[in-house]
């Protein structure tokens, strides 16, 4: 069985492969591969496949419609798209990409051609993910259009051109050059090639870059001279654009997009084809109701809108008529809550953004509606009043269209979720059973969980505990307050279910990419969506707490609501654990402020131990202090970084980040602090003699005709790089690329005329499966049981133990252990490190007890 050559190697032979600029299958680049030489193992194809299945390895490797690949840099290097300018784009400094420049404008994946031939930067920015940065400038945009190049502000001006004029872009090997292009008429050629390489299909129209790639690879000459814009040449073709589309003439792009979105929403929210054309027509008129509300937003006085020439919304006389039947007919589909609620997904999402508008949609809707779809309407009305922060309206508003219809299911869910605000479990219970909801769901456990129980000792007619005079039945029986201290968690619960069902959703999310940075796994990802860090740093750090207290606190019960006040004035801190109840509680000493805490802790207590660090927000919850959140182990080596960023007020993402570089993969290093990198070089000496009296004078000969160069680190002796001679070749090898970089300076030194043969640089991953050379030493040398070998690691680490005595330790703040043990306010870090180290049990390992001996402890 042969091993193929790593990924990363087989990645640079296609690429070097595929720099011809021409088309190949896959089939084809796997048996060229093979011609050159190329190691691919067994199945050359599945090697191929698995690089270029690969988009980090091969980025700019791309299909064409006929299945073929082509590198795009080499495939469009040389052409030049030509762009005609507007007076915006010579006045503001920028290039609109759709449809002239959609050919080149994936090139700027690569850093390489995020810039001009003359060094000068090009920034693509695209709607809705740089707006900031077009709003900077002063670039305004269509939602679909295909985004633009900003260049320098002056960038165009300097180059002479004028609106109108024509502008050149070439892809050069070091960027893109822009200069004036001279008109031309349409090549007949040109026009012949991209109209054979459209696709035919009526059905879907094609990328205008995928079909104007397809040319070039089809015709090796096609845009060497300049052409007019595609937005001309197209045309000329017998063909129709749209945005970076292209299709042959009389294709009704409007329809297509149309039927996509249908496809879109039936897949998206479950739904058959009637009811997503149902949510298709009730968006786009409440996006008619949008628009009316955004512009009116413009005037001092709102009403003024309703001046504007031309429709003013759907009850305008001058709006395109209605059919009442039809507006009708689609609005009962809203009976049905699975299309309710995807008009609230597509409409707001879970945004504030078009609440407003969402609202007065509803109500204007609503007498037009079907008796059994109103209630949809109303509850609509009722979200877009929970969007825009009204609670109590919302309440409310959810309140009456209970009495539309008394069991449809989205309103009695938010109902249930407003009487767990309240604190009144056994109606929020009450109104999920009418909605049917089994006991796993995640609110009907937790007011189970919170549920007032009556008390035991006393009887219905014994007089009430509470001191009213009154008997309990008709006091305090069935209307039991939980303690505040339990009902602390079912406050954090709530805010909680704020936090995932509004506007923050979208933090939380990206807030768990970081926590999952380091594990690809889908299943990661979601588990990081649950994790305790990530949703409390979004509540707390993120301002989400405080956003739910604004809005929702209005419901919380008095006590809560001032609990939950005082839980924005504390601060997530480092503890040290002094003591561990075991299932009861623990006793922390906050390391920023010296204060100490008794905390009830059932769970954790249960697996922490004394001494150990944690990052945690400790709260007052009635006559307690408790933990919610989670809390995070604090090694000694990350405690004066996490102290020093908490000061600093961190945002979610850099409190997250710090937390989950202990998941990061490790990086191994050398002794000297070098990332790992197996590397070998071979020079050529054209004095063979005199190199080996040059290696001897500067170098340690281990044999004939081997040298190794050493350096001493941790007190130890070790191999910086080993040279063999073989002939008049000399092989170098080092374990990172800063230690062959300097060796190679230094042999070049030594001996100006080598010559550099090879310079291979593999990490781990990189390394072949298989052994390629013999082991240097004997698999029977000594053993563990050998004496002289036991003797020889004691010997070895206990020198390491010396040298250890006195580093300069990162756990320790930077100060060695001897400074450490005669300084009073770091002793007890440096006993708390020895603590952790693991006991001696074996040879070759650090002993604890001997290095406490050593340092007086």
């Known amino acids: 069985m042969s091993t193929p050559a790593p990924l990363t190697a087989i990645a640079a032979a296609i690429t070097d492969l595929m720099g011809d600029g021409l088309a190949r299958t896959e089939e084809q680049i796997a048996e060229d591969l093979v011609a050159r030489g190329v190691a691919l193992g067994d199945d050359p194809f599945d090697a191929v496949m698995d690089v270029i299945d690969d988009e980090e390895l091969t980025p700019l490797l791309m299909s064409l419609a006929d299945e073929r690949l082509v590198l795009l840099p080499a495939l469009l290097r040389g052409r030049t798209f030509t762009h005609r300018l507007s007076a915006a784009e010579v006045d503001l400094g920028f290039l609109a990409v759709a449809p002239?420049?959609?050919?080149?404008?994936?090139?700027?994946?690569?850093?390489g051609f995020r810039r001009l031939v003359d060094g000068s930067i090009v920034q693509e920015a695209l709607v809705g993910f740089d707006d900031d940065v077009l709003a900077e400038r002063g670039v305004t945009l269509d939602a679909d259009d295909d985004g633009v190049w900003l260049l320098a502000p002056d960038a165009l001006t300097r180059a002479g051109l004028a609106a109108g004029d024509t502008i050149g872009v070439t892809v050069r090997e070091d960027g893109f050059e822009l200069a004036p292009a001279t008109a031309h008429e349409v090549s007949p050629e040109a026009v012949e090639v991209v109209a054979g390489a459209t696709p035919e299909a009526a059905e879907h129209p094609g990328s205008i870059a995928a079909v104007v790639w397809s040319a070039c690879a089809d015709d090796p000459d096609v845009f060497r001279t300049p052409q007019p814009p595609l937005s001309e040449l197209l045309p000329a073709a017998g063909l129709i654009w749209d945005v970076d589309l292209v299709a042959p003439a009389g294709f009704d792009f409007a329809g297509w997009r149309s039927r996509q979105r249908l496809r879109r929403l039936a897949h998206l929210h479950r739904l058959?084809?009637?009811?997503?054309?149902?949510?298709?027509?009730?968006?786009?008129?409440?996006?008619?109701?949008?628009?009316?509300?955004?512009?009116?937003?413009?005037?001092?006085?709102?009403?003024?809108?309703?001046?504007?020439?031309?429709?003013?919304?759907?009850?305008?006389?001058?709006?395109?008529?209605?059919?009442?039947?039809?507006?009708?007919?689609?609005?009962?589909?809203?009976?049905?809550?699975?299309?309710?609620?995807?008009?609230?997904?597509?409409?707001?999402?879970?945004?504030?953004?078009?609440?407003?508008?969402?609202?007065?949609?509803?109500?204007?809707?609503?007498?037009?509606?079907?008796?059994?779809?109103?209630?949809?309407?109303?509850?609509?009305?009722?979200?877009?009043?929970?969007?825009?922060?009204?609670?109590?309206?919302?309440?409310?508003?959810?309140?009456?269209?209970?009495?539309l219809d008394a069991g449809w299911e989205p309103v009695l869910l938010d109902l249930a979720n407003y009487a767990s605000d309240r604190g009144d479990a056994e109606r929020g219970l009450s109104l999920l059973r009418q909605a049917g909801i089994s006991d796993d769901d995640s609110l009907?456990?937790?007011?189970?969980?919170?549920?007032?129980?009556?008390?035991?000792?006393?009887?219905?007619?014994?007089?009430?505990?509470?001191?009213?005079?009154?008997?309990?039945?008709?006091?305090?029986?069935?209307?039991?307050?939980?303690?505040?201290?339990?009902?602390?968690?079912?406050?954090?619960?709530?805010?909680?279910?704020?936090?995932?069902?509004?506007?923050?959703?979208?933090?939380?999310?990206?807030?768990?990419?970081?926590?999952?940075?380091?594990?690809?796994?889908?299943?990661?990802?979601?588990?990081?969506i649950q994790d305790p860090l990530v949703n409390d740093a979004v509540l707390f750090e993120g301002g989400a707490f405080a956003a739910f207290l604004e809005e929702r606190g209005v419901l919380l019960p008095d006590?809560?609501?001032?609990?939950?006040?005082?839980?924005?004035?504390?601060?997530?801190?480092?503890?040290?654990?002094?003591?561990?109840?075991?299932?009861?509680?623990?006793?922390?000493?906050?390391?920023?402020?010296?204060?100490?805490?008794?905390?009830?802790?059932?769970?954790?207590?249960?697996?922490?131990?004394?001494?150990?660090?944690?990052?945690?927000?400790?709260?007052?919850?009635?006559?307690?202090?408790?933990?919610?959140?989670?809390?995070?182990?604090?090694?000694?080596?990350?405690?004066?970084t996490l102290i020093a960023l908490l000061d600093e007020d961190p945002t979610p993402h850099e409190l997250v980040e710090l937390f989950t570089r202990r998941f990061a993969p490790p990086v191994m290093t050398n002794t000297e602090g070098d990332d790992l990198l197996f590397c070998e070089a071979v020079l050529r000496?054209?004095?063979?003699?005199?190199?080996?009296?040059?290696?001897?004078?500067?170098?340690?000969?281990?044999?004939?005709?081997?040298?190794?160069?050493?350096?001493?680190?941790?007190?130890?002796?070790?191999?910086?790089?080993?040279?063999?001679?073989?002939?008049?070749?000399?092989?170098?090898?080092?374990?990172?690329?800063?230690?062959?970089?300097?060796?190679?300076?230094?042999?070049r030194e030594l001996q100006p005329g080598l010559e550099l043969v090879e310079d291979v640089r593999r990490t781990m991953d990189d390394l072949p499966s298989e052994p390629t050379r013999a082991p240097l030493a004997s698999s029977s040398g000594p053993t563990s049981d050998d004496p002289d070998l036991l003797a020889a690691l004691d010997q070895l680490v206990r020198q390491h133990e010396q040298a250890w005595l006195d580093e300069s330790i990162p756990a320790l703040a930077g100060v060695t252990p001897r400074e450490a043990a005669a300084d009073p306010t770091r002793r007890p870090d440096l006993i708390r490190l020895l603590d952790s180290f693991p006991p001696a049990t074996g040879p070759g390992q650090m002993d604890p007890d001997r290095l406490r001996t050593a340092l007086g402890l």
């Not at 786009?284 to 512009?295: G, K, Q, T």
């Open 100 to 111: 002239d420049l959609s050919p080149v404008s994936l090139l700027t994946e690569d850093e």
């Open 444 to 528: 009907v456990q937790v007011l189970q969980h919170f549920r007032p129980v009556d008390r035991s000792d006393l009887g219905r007619n014994d007089p009430c505990w509470c001191g009213s005079g009154r008997k309990y039945k008709v006091c305090h029986r069935g209307r039991e307050v939980l303690p505040l201290e339990d009902r602390a968690a079912w406050l954090y619960q709530k805010a909680g279910r704020y936090l995932t069902d509004g506007p923050w959703r979208h933090d939380v999310i990206d807030l768990a990419e970081v926590r999952s940075a380091y594990d690809g796994d889908r299943a990661a990802m979601l588990a990081a």
């Open 559 to 640: 006590d809560e609501r001032l609990l939950a006040e005082q839980w924005l004035l504390v601060d997530r801190s480092v503890f040290e654990i002094e003591d561990v109840r075991p299932g009861a509680g623990l006793s922390v000493r906050d390391l920023r402020t010296g204060d100490r805490h008794e905390v009830r802790e059932r769970t954790a207590s249960r697996s922490l131990r004394a001494g150990e660090l944690i990052c945690a927000r400790v709260v007052p919850a009635g006559d307690t202090m408790q933990i919610f959140g989670g809390l995070e182990s604090v090694s000694l080596r990350e405690r004066d």
């Open 272 to 403: 058959d084809e009637d009811a997503a054309l149902a949510v298709l027509t009730i968006t786009s008129l409440y996006d008619d109701v949008a628009a009316l509300v955004e512009r009116a937003a413009a005037y001092d006085d709102p009403a003024a809108v309703l001046d504007e020439p031309g429709p003013a919304g759907p009850d305008d006389p001058g709006s395109p008529a209605l059919d009442p039947d039809l507006v009708r007919a689609t609005l009962d589909f809203l009976a049905d809550p699975d299309v309710a609620e995807a008009v609230l997904v597509e409409t707001v999402g879970a945004g504030r953004d078009g609440a407003a508008a969402l609202g007065l949609f509803a109500e204007t809707m609503e007498p037009r509606a079907p008796r059994a779809a109103r209630v949809a309407l109303r509850w609509l009305r009722g979200k877009a009043h929970e969007r825009l922060g009204d609670a109590i309206t919302a309440e409310r508003t959810f309140e009456q269209a209970r009495t």
């Open 685 to 747: 000496s054209p004095d063979v003699e005199g190199l080996v009296r040059a290696l001897d004078d500067t170098y340690e000969r281990v044999d004939d005709w081997r040298w190794h160069a050493t350096v001493v680190t941790h007190g130890m002796e070790r191999v910086r790089a080993t040279f063999i001679l073989d002939g008049d070749e000399l092989t170098v090898e080092t374990n990172s690329g800063p230690r062959m970089d300097r060796v190679l300076s230094a042999l």
